[in-house]
Antibody, heavy 125, light 107 residues
Framework: EVQLVESGGGLVQPGGSLRLSCAASGFTVSSNYMSWVRQAPGKGLEWVSVIYSGGSTYYADSVKGRFTISRDNSKNTLYLQMNSLRAEDTAVYYC???????????????????WGQGTLVTVSS | EIVMTQSPATLSVSPGERATLSCRASQSVSSNLAWYQQKPGQAPRLLIYGASTRATGIPARFSGSGSGTEFTLTISSLQSEDFAVYYCQQYNNWPSPFGQGTRLEIK
């Protein structure tokens, strides 16, 4: 059974740092694309970052240069290092596995087939 | 960057009736579109990917259609557990934005 469990959220002051973790079971993190998605209180979903199985990473403009996605293959765990945090970073952060399929000789990926329960990050003084 | 626009923002439908939700992309995303359901206090759940393929375990009353820039999620014969917020997401390229959501409420 696929499971994703986030941890590391909490209250942090503006300008501070926090590292989120996402422990995976039932599949191998390093063999999949993995992503972080966040949701500000009462708002919609916002994609944050993705790491490819090959190690390439991509970020939303809103977090580029401040957040870093990474993984520890030995622990089967995904991370999000968040620096220079701002009030607008306050949100529930979800980790998600990126799903994919092949059809007609082409392969497609980018949707999120499994999600964790989320961890709340609050940036406030 | 591609912008996803969902309509309506809120849809009021009676149990047993059909609900039709729309999602529009600012440029073509081919069939690289997914739909999610989110209930209060829960993580989103994948319903549809590839614009029309139901995810594992999703009931047949959920169906998706469309390609290019116009997409539709149809829920036939609404059940009580279907009242939630629904999001579309394009994954033709990164960044991968979501629509702002449609809240499906009981009429």
């Amino acid at each position: 059974e696929v499971q994703l469990v986030e941890s590391g959220g909490g209250l942090v002051q503006p300008g501070g740092s926090l590292r989120l973790s996402c422990a995976a079971s039932g599949f191998t993190v390093s063999s999949n694309y993995m992503s972080w998605v966040r949701q500000a209180p009462g708002k919609g979903l916002e994609w944050v970052s993705v790491i490819y199985s090959g190690g390439s990473t991509y970020y939303a403009d809103s977090v580029k240069g401040r957040f870093t996605i990474s993984r520890d293959n030995s622990k089967n765990t995904l991370y999000l290092q968040m620096n220079s945090l701002r009030a607008e970073d306050t949100a529930v952060y979800y980790c998600a596995r990126v799903g994919g399929y092949c059809s007609g000789g082409s392969c497609y990926s980018g949707y999120f087939d499994y999600w964790g329960q989320g961890t709340l990050v609050t940036v406030s003084s | 960057e591609i912008v996803m626009t969902q309509s309506p923002a809120t849809l009021s439908v009676s149990p047993g009736e059909r609900a039709t939700l729309s999602c529009r992309a600012s440029q073509s995303v081919s069939s690289n579109l997914a739909w999610y359901q989110q209930k209060p206090g829960q993580a989103p759940r994948l319903l549809i990917y590839g614009a029309s393929t139901r995810a594992t375990g999703i009931p047949a009353r959920f169906s998706g259609s469309g390609s290019g820039t116009e997409f539709t999620l149809t829920i036939s014969s609404l059940q009580s557990e279907d009242f939630a917020v629904y999001y579309c997401q394009q994954y033709n390229n990164w960044p991968s934005p979501f629509g702002q959501g449609t809240r499906l409420e009981i009429k």
